[in-house]
């Protein structure tokens, strides 16, 4: 094909009869511009232009060139990079190591961050831009941003938040040659301008005081000194973390959540019964108007089903600090639905990988899939300027604007 040199768009129109004529020529196009760039670079860097006698006896001179293949989205495309005798020279616009340039490791990261697999992700590249991505190359692409991962875990936090939700999700994970379930604890925290954000998230630990207890510590090193109310799942341990770290926390455990655990053990057929019984428990206008519909449910019912009756008395006290709030706040804290949503959105992402290769393989998804989910919580949830007034009532100094 000729150099595009001194040719015209029209010159080049009667070159081309199909649109694979077309990418040929930009593909030509981009390669000869890149070169020219090439030997503008070095020409800077020795101080002298190609041939010129200023390059007699400078202790630097040019030194022919090196072969590079790049992938672009134009294809693989091989360069010939100028060398200088001192070799000093390194390019500035595709640097030294860099094998892909034009924006190829953003279209990879963005097809991955979308819960691609690699086997997609290669076939994608090859179809739209005839170039072959190899799984270990997106693995080695995709690598790049776990520092970004671990800052933004590490990231410093806002000192108060009146609302904490808490909840794990559970994905597959290969471990020493066999797929065993790890789980993501995921930290959902509102600031004082009804804001939500993830705070963290933990992968792989067991529940226990003491992993929550390294939780609660990383939060507050992190800069935070006070929550106000935290919703969680039944997530094993994390009162007692709580309270030694921040012990004027109120603990609100969903109720959903003991609903849903209380009916597995109800027959069928008292099931409807025992659910219309129970509404009057957690519908309930004060405390103890649903302290009185629990001793009638308690009364009826503790016979037959023992074990569900046990479990709301052994909770009743995280089961009902909702009480202390009105409507709106109730509304907000009553359930972790909150934190629920936002794993909804994470498994519309990773729904398509059956098993995970490693640890940091599912940390990366998860980081990706959450700044796009994140990017989208710019507003306050809805009544938040009501709650927030009531909670500058109910906690006073501690809410902090």
């Not at 070095?42 to 400078?58: D, M, R, T």
């Not at 076939?123 to 005839?130: L, Q, R």
């Not at 939700?165 to 993501?184: C, M, Q, W």
Request: some cysteine; proline content about 2%.
């Amino acid at each position: 094909m000729q150099s595009f040199e001194n040719k015209t768009i029209r010159d080049l129109a009667r070159e081309c009869e199909s649109v694979d004529d077309i990418l040929s020529m930009m593909k030509v196009l981009f390669k000869e511009t890149l070169q020219l760039v090439f030997e503008a670079e070095i020409e800077e860097h020795l101080g002298y232009s190609k041939h010129s006698q200023l390059g007699n006896n400078s202790g630097n001179s040019r030194n022919g060139y090196s072969k590079k293949t790049i992938k672009t989205k134009f294809g693989n495309t091989q360069l010939h990079i100028p060398r200088d005798r001192k070799g000093e020279y390194e390019p500035q616009i595709v640097k030294k190591y860099e094998t892909s340039i034009n924006g190829l490791e953003e279209q990879i990261i963005a097809l991955y961050s979308k819960g691609m697999s690699t086997r997609d992700i290669e076939d994608h590249m090859k179809d739209i831009y005839g170039v072959n991505v190899s799984p270990s190359l997106v693995s080695k692409v995709t690598d790049k941003i776990l520092p970004q991962v671990f800052e933004w875990q590490s990231r410093p936090l806002e000192q108060v938040y009146p609302i904490v939700y808490l909840d794990a999700i559970h994905f597959k994970v290969r471990h020493e040659n066999r797929i065993i379930n790890k789980a993501a604890y995921t930290v959902l925290g509102v600031n004082s301008q009804g804001v939500k954000d993830i705070l963290g998230i933990w992968i792989g630990e067991n529940e226990s005081a003491s992993f929550w207890l390294s939780v609660c510590t990383d939060l507050k090193n992190r800069g935070v000194e006070d929550i106000l109310i935290a919703c969680k799942d039944g997530l094993a341990g994390f009162s007692e973390a709580t309270q030694s770290t921040f012990p004027q926390t109120d603990i609100q455990l969903c109720v959903i959540h003991q609903i849903r655990n209380s009916m597995k053990y109800v027959a069928s057929k008292d099931r409807q019964e025992f659910m219309n019984d129970l509404k009057k428990v957690y519908k309930a206008s004060i405390i103890e108007e649903a302290e009185l519909q629990f001793g009638k449910l308690k009364d009826k019912w503790s016979s037959k089903y023992e074990k569900v009756i046990s479990s709301w008395e052994e909770n009743w006290v995280e089961l009902t600090a909702f009480f202390a709030y009105t409507s709106d706040i109730r509304k907000m804290i009553y359930t972790t639905n909150t934190v629920e949503g936002y794993h909804r959105q994470l498994r519309k992402v990773t729904k398509t990988k059956s098993a995970y290769p490693t640890d940091n393989a599912l940390r990366k998804i998860i980081y990706l899939a959450t700044t796009g989910i994140v990017e989208k919580w710019g507003n306050p949830i809805p009544s938040w300027l009501e709650c927030k007034s009531q909670f500058k009532i109910i906690f006073g100094d501690r809410l902090k604007d």
